[in-house]
């Protein structure tokens, strides 16, 4: 049980951090920043990482159910 709650916290670290970095990239789009273009490559990139792998992780908590 304590495996899972490990896992559940760390899927629940990346997904705020993955929050925080889309809407940093958000923030940025509204004021017009200079470094917008960066800032949303970096966003794009690390969510969909970081949603990517909290999905393998729940499949693999709930024992791959309804995945085949």
């Known amino acids: 049980f304590q495996a ?6 760390d899927m629940l670290l990346e997904v705020e951090s993955a929050k925080s970095a889309a809407y940093y990239a ?8 200079d470094e917008l273009p ?3 490559s970096l966003a794009k990139a690390y969510c969909s990482e ?8 729940n499949i693999q908590i709930h024992g791959g159910i ?3």
């Open 50 to 57: 970081a949603y990517f792998h909290a999905a393998a992780e």
């Open 4 to 9: 899972i709650k490990h896992k559940c916290a």
């Open 38 to 40: 960066s800032v949303a």
């Open 66 to 68: 309804g995945f085949t």
């Open 26 to 33: 958000a923030w940025c789009a509204a004021e017009m920043n």
